[in-house]
């Protein structure tokens, strides 16, 4: 049988499927060289990390890189770790990633306050102020003001959500 399979091999120029390589965790047989019988070991992205960890060539799973800007090009997953955008968009813009390019943040309008800010990667969102609270500017990262309580006798404007309460002095 053998001697078929390797006459068959230089006839037809067939590579034996056969492989005597033995292969730590992570690897795999590669390809067969040239004219010899041995395999060598490669890695194989068959292993799995954990949500966090990205497969490294060595056969490892390491922690996933952050992105110091903030910013992720591609996200890290199993196969690839992150790779990041190193450009910062100017203030009051932000990188948006569906447009790929920065955007004018969001302002919040009188009677609203941001309860996410601004950032480098996300727009603000954006709230109406609760009863009690009160904005007066528009602001892509303001939240709202807590209204000043006067006493009942100096109450001279209730407090609303785009104006704070004004007390009479006396």
Same mark, same amino acid.
């Not at 203030?91 to 447009?99: D, K, L, P, Q």
């Given at each position: 049988?053998?001697?078929?399979?390797?006459?068959?091999? @230089?006839? $037809?120029?067939?590579?034996?499927?056969? !492989?005597?390589?033995? %292969?730590?965790?992570? =690897? &795999?047989?590669?390809?067969?060289?040239?004219?010899?019988?041995?395999?060598?070991?490669?890695?194989?992205?068959?292993?799995? *990390?954990?949500?966090?960890?990205?497969?490294? !060539?060595?056969?490892?799973?390491?922690?996933?890189?952050? %992105?110091?800007?903030?910013? &992720?090009?591609?996200?890290? /997953?199993?196969?690839?770790?992150?790779? *990041?955008?190193?450009?910062? +968009?100017?203030? &009051? =813009?932000?990188? /948006?990633? &569906?447009?790929?390019?920065?955007?004018?943040?969001?302002?919040?309008?009188?009677?609203?306050?941001?309860?996410? #800010?601004?950032? #480098?990667?996300?727009?603000?969102? %954006?709230?109406?102020?609760?009863?009690?609270?009160? !904005?007066? $500017?528009? !602001?892509?990262?303001?939240?709202?003001?807590?209204?000043?309580?006067?006493?009942?006798?100096?109450? $001279?404007?209730? +407090?609303?959500? @785009?104006?704070?309460? @004004? *007390?009479?002095? =006396?």
């Amino acid at each position: 049988m053998w001697l078929h399979l390797l006459l068959l091999t @230089i006839l $037809v120029n067939i590579r034996p499927a056969i !492989s005597f390589c033995d %292969c730590p965790l992570g =690897f &795999e047989c590669s390809d067969l060289e040239d004219d010899k019988l041995n395999s060598t070991c490669v890695p194989t992205v068959s292993v799995l *990390c954990n949500e966090g960890l990205t497969y490294l !060539s060595n056969g490892t799973c390491n922690q996933c890189s952050t %992105c110091l800007s903030g910013l &992720e090009e591609r996200a890290c /997953n199993q196969t690839h770790d992150s790779v *990041c955008v190193d450009r910062l +968009c100017e203030r &009051e =813009f932000y990188w /948006n990633y &569906e447009t790929s390019r920065c955007d004018l943040c969001r302002l919040c309008p009188h009677g609203s306050g941001a309860i996410v #800010p601004c950032g #480098p990667s996300n727009d603000a969102i %954006c709230l109406q102020c609760p009863i009690g609270y009160f !904005s007066d $500017v528009l !602001s892509y990262s303001a939240e709202c003001v807590p209204c000043t309580i006067c006493k009942n006798d100096q109450v $001279v404007h209730n +407090c609303t959500s @785009i104006q704070d309460a @004004i *007390c009479n002095a =006396f």
